[in-house]
């Protein structure tokens, strides 16, 4: 079959608050204070969602006299219900930190030392466009990369390409969930956005692979999680790590790492072997059946319990399990999925084990979203960079999201100075040594740099390398583009506003972006001169009432979830080339690639060394949160896991300070063991985001290791650029060995 491959069209597709009651009557029934107080002192309520991680929990903000007193969830909010996590409740500490970035700043000494003087935001502004102007004219505008990252980045975002360069990269695609993207484009023609559509709540069956549902907590996700469990349904978790999830599980299945490929190709086995699949779904909505049947025939249990240390009849009795509960069968696509290099191929092997399920649009497996008319302004057509983008996307990999573009991809061509030199980068909202692999390759590209801005709320470490710093203000005290959640099970759209004006010197990035462009001369790129004028463009086609949104914070909608649902204006129900669910998939025969997904094996680790695995904690987000006063009160550090057998092999205990030591040489800082039989024997587990090496994060200061620090080596998905993360070794060394300890 001949299918003609369009990158732009395959991404295409992929009351008022605050209302008082008596205060004596409230009072008299013994409640702490009543609404709209806080003690003796009269407060409002601001409505807003939150950002100490990108879930954007609905949030109610007390304030009086310009403070922020408390935080609290909205009960408002469609998809958070009035529920807030730790990190939720812990934002005045952000707020308040002490080491926030409070004034513009200046480089006054070498790179990496740290040394800035203060200037105002005139010259801040000044400096920056005369800078831009001259690497424009010197090497054309595709010199400049933007590294973005999070909902306000989108203001950057327009800059930059209004500039004229194509160059612009976020972790959120090649470090986490581009693969699951791309995958699941192949084959139902969208891909699965954010929050995930995954009907928790309503599942027979929950399959989580590598999903640490309770440790990286979204708080609706997690409640969905529960009430499922509570209500009798079942749970499969594969991970080599006894995790929270894992706890609750019917079956724990501790695979071999790497091996997920192979487990799913004989789940599938079993499922068309045994005739357990959705037949009619199949039959009505998917082609390729005939490829798949014989492409997995030899792919039983008994051939993947070689391969994946998994007992045959496990794999056997789980597939077992699917067939039984099918479609209400929810397999988690995972969020971060860059794992091996062969991730794309993965989140496929998911993907299609969800269609033969019938999981895709049904009650209890995966959603589908509901569209939303929203407004745009009409702005002029962006600059075509007659040179193309530097990062790969599009052509070394052909599947790559020219949106959100190859982080990995842009390192490494400004450090070959190919195709063309990059002289500068902008980074907002993301550390690039923390959320990119290979670090020291990162510190190359930054020496080959003329100018780094950076606009960040904190002082995190690739401010020390900084030639221009720009405080913005944190998410309590800025607007943003509000939230449109096509993806939850009831859209909505959800508000960002400020609480409090800025504090300090401080400034929102919507105004930071606005004025550059003027500086600039890219006026008409900015068509609105307040953030109201901005909301009420988008909203215009929804008849939002906007005193209403900005009372509640979140305004609901009426979902259409499920296939039958469905509406004609909805478009396409499956928009592949077909028109049907591909479980063969002609594009990527197209390019190249194997179209259907096949088990390659990955490297084990060397003799004396563990494969380094990572993960979240419930009460941090990536390596943002460790300076926060309240969350490090309740997690300070992280741990290395290592299996009980394998401590006592290296005679190391519990609570005992240890170094780690990767593969290349790449050393740790003291990081304290935690001995548990809850992990596979050749694998160590460890937090990501901690290790801090800014000096000006006095809290988060070399307290724990980064993982990234021993992340040396990827290995790159061929089709999409994904970085490959859990491929690299570590060592234990004790103090006698490392050198480092005391």
Known sequence: ???????????????????????????????????????????????????????????????????????????????????????????????????????????????????????????????????????????????????????????????????????????????????????????????????????????????????????????????????????????????????????????????????????????????????????????????GLPELSSHVKEFTPEWAETI???????????????????????????????????????????????????????????????PLKTGKFSLPPFPESKRGRADGAGTRYPLASEEQGVTNGLVDATVAGKPYPIKAWVVYGQNVLESIPRRENTLRAIEQLDLLVVVDVLPMEQVNYADLVLPEATYLERYDMPQIAESAKTPYIALRQPAIEPLYESKPGWWIAQQMARRLGLDDYFPWSTPEEHLKKLTEPMHVNLGELRAKGAVAFAGRPYIENRLREDGPLFPTESGKIELYSPLLKQLGFDPLPRYVPVADPPLGFFRLIYGRAPVHSFARSQNNAVLDALMSENEAWINTQAARDLQVSEGQEVVLENQDGARSLPIKVRVTSGIRHDCLYMVHGFGHQSRALRLAYHKGASDTNLMTRVQVDPIMGGTGMRVNFVRVLTDLESGQMG
């Open 1 to 287: 079959m001949s299918v003609k491959f369009n990158r732009r069209e395959f991404f295409r597709r992929s009351s008022a608050a605050g209302v008082v009651a008596g205060a004596g009557a409230i009072a008299a029934k013994g409640q702490a204070h009543p609404p709209g107080w806080a003690g003796t002192q009269r407060v409002e309520e601001i409505a807003t969602n939150c950002e100490m991680c990108f879930w954007r929990c609905g949030v109610l903000a007390e304030v009086a006299d310009g403070k922020v007193l408390k935080l609290s969830g909205n009960p408002a909010h469609p998809l958070t219900e009035g529920r807030l996590c730790a990190k939720g409740n812990a934002g005045t500490s952000l707020l308040y930190d002490p080491d926030r970035l409070k004034y513009p700043l200046m480089r006054a000494g070498q790179r990496g030392e740290g040394k800035f003087r203060r200037i105002t935001w005139n010259e801040a502004l000044d400096f920056f466009t005369a800078r831009l102007k001259e690497l424009k004219s010197k090497y054309g505008p595709e010199s400049v990369a933007l590294f973005p990252h999070g909902v306000a980045s989108t203001w950057f975002s327009t800059l930059m390409r209004a500039f004229g360069t194509p160059n612009a990269a976020e972790p959120a695609f090649a470090q986490c969930r581009g693969p699951r993207e791309v995958g699941y484009a192949l084959t139902f023609g969208q891909g699965l956005g954010s929050p995930e559509p995954v009907d928790l709540a309503e599942s027979k069956l929950i399959v989580l692979i590598g999903t640490h549902i309770g440790e990286n907590i979204f708080t609706s996700q997690v409640t969905a999680f529960a009430e499922a469990l509570s209500r009798g349904a079942k749970l499969i978790v594969v991970d080599p790590r006894f995790s929270t999830a894992a706890a609750k599980a019917d079956w724990w299945l501790p695979v071999r790492p790497g091996t997920d490929i192979a487990l799913l190709l004989a789940w599938i086995n079993v499922l068309i072997a045994e005739g357990i699949y959705d037949k009619d779904y199949i039959a009505r909505y998917a082609q």
């Open 308 to 370: 994946t240390e998994l007992p045959a009849d496990k794999i056997r009795a789980t597939a077992h399990a699917m067939g039984q509960a099918k479609p209400a069968v929810a397999l988690h696509p995972g969020r971060h999925a860059t794992w091996y290099g062969d991730d794309t191929q993965r989140s496929r092997a998911m993907a299609i084990l969800t269609a033969l399920l019938g999981s895709w649009g049904s009650k209890g497996g995966i959603f589908l979203p509901t």
